[in-house]
T-cell receptor, first 110, second 115 residues
């Protein structure tokens, strides 16, 4: 079983749609959680950290459910520029080592 | 401000040749990470350094791979001899202290093709 699992998609949605991505992780001792964004043939960049209380950054909302070992990302009012691969990331229990999911591809259509 | 710098951006080589990838982390960052990304395996951590010292090299695939960080502003990842299955994008990243909550900043990557 992979340490971080995501549905690879692709998710094809029209502009303005709301889309949600989910991710599960296997190590209950994981401490920190993130969503990274990776554009085609570019490097990953931090989109947002994920906190237990849930957090929002503009059109983006991230949630963490430690009991279910589940992380989500909600994008409201999708823009063409949101088209990218979204990587779910957790850290190991005692280190800063990042463990990446395979990513979920989002394609926003006009 | 300059981000993480990697060179070369593209490398094409023949099987059996030595390949050296280079990385300059963001100034002031104390942790440096080498990753490899392939379609099959996604993004995997190969090794990371804290204050120039290797902390975890459990992701280094085999003895053909080696990494060094002689000073705070430079690191190399060497593959000798290279094999076609080493073809991938290699990313270097740095963070302030390596703490779990630190943001890691990635370089643009080196796209390696081994023929």
């Amino acid at each position: 079983r992979k340490e971080v699992e995501q549905d690879p998609g692709p998710f094809n949605v029209p502009e303005g749609a709301t889309v949600a991505f989910n991710c599960t992780y296997s190590n209950s001792a994981s401490q920190s959680f993130f969503w990274y964004r990776q554009d085609c043939r570019k490097e990953p960049k931090l989109l947002m950290s994920v906190y237990s209380s849930g957090n929002e950054d503009g059109r983006f909302t991230a949630q963490l459910n430690r009991a279910s070992q589940y992380i989500s990302l909600l994008i409201r009012d999708s823009k063409l520029s949101d088209s990218a691969t979204y990587l779910c990331v957790v850290t190991g229990p005692n280190t800063g080592k990042l463990i990446f999911g395979q990513g979920t591809t989002l394609q926003v259509k006009p | 401000d300059a981000g993480v710098i990697q060179s070369p951006r593209h490398e094409v080589t023949e099987m059996g040749q030595e390949v050296t990838l280079r990385c300059k982390p963001i100034s002031g960052h104390n942790s440096l990470f080498w990753y490899r990304q392939t379609m099959m395996r996604g993004l995997e951590l190969l090794i990371y350094f804290n204050n120039n010292v290797p902390i975890d090299d459990s992701g280094m695939p085999e003895d053909r791979f080696s990494a060094k960080m002689p000073n705070a502003s430079f690191s190399t990842l060497k593959i000798q001899p290279s094999e076609p299955r080493d073809s991938a994008v290699y990313f270097c990243a740095s963070s302030l202290s390596g703490a779990r909550s630190d943001t890691q900043y990635f370089g643009p990557g080196t796209r390696l093709t081994v023929l």
